[in-house]
């Protein structure tokens, strides 16, 4: 079974900075991509950002205050989040496209159990 483990969030001050990580794990054979998805009290599921071979796409909210980043020796993606505002606060998901030996053929998606990120003064 594979797996993927979020860390790093929790209560944070407006304007500050937090960082994220997300490693995967298990019965990996490759990751295509890895990436962050949010979701806020009474909204849905949102992009933050996303990384692949064939580039970087940020979400509208993210774009210009996060980056992310990825090791994939370390099978861990990043997501470096700056200038924290209330309406950040979300429970933050891992996300991976990964092939695993349970279905080596096929890309499938992974979601992590999220983390949750809480920006208030």
């Known amino acids: 079974q594979v797996q993927l483990v979020e860390s790093g969030g929790g209560l944070v001050q407006p304007g500050r900075s937090l960082r994220l990580d997300c490693a995967a794990s298990?019965?990996?054979?490759?990751?295509?991509?890895m990436g962050w998805y949010r979701q806020a009290p009474g909204k849905g599921r949102e992009l933050v950002a996303r990384?692949?071979?064939?580039?970087?796409t940020y979400g509208p909210s993210a774009r210009g205050r996060f980056t992310i980043s990825m090791d994939r020796g370390k099978n861990t993606v990043y997501l470096d989040m700056n200038s924290l505002r209330p309406e950040d606060t979300a429970i933050y998901y891992c996300?991976?496209?990964?092939?695993?030996?349970?279905?080596?053929?096929?890309?499938?998606?992974?979601w992590g159990k999220g983390t949750q990120v809480t920006v208030s003064s």
């Open positions: 298990g019965s990996i054979l490759s990751i295509n991509a």
């Open positions: 990384v692949s071979p064939s580039g970087t």
């Open positions: 996300y991976a496209l990964m092939r695993d030996q349970e279905q080596p053929q096929y890309d499938r998606d992974h």
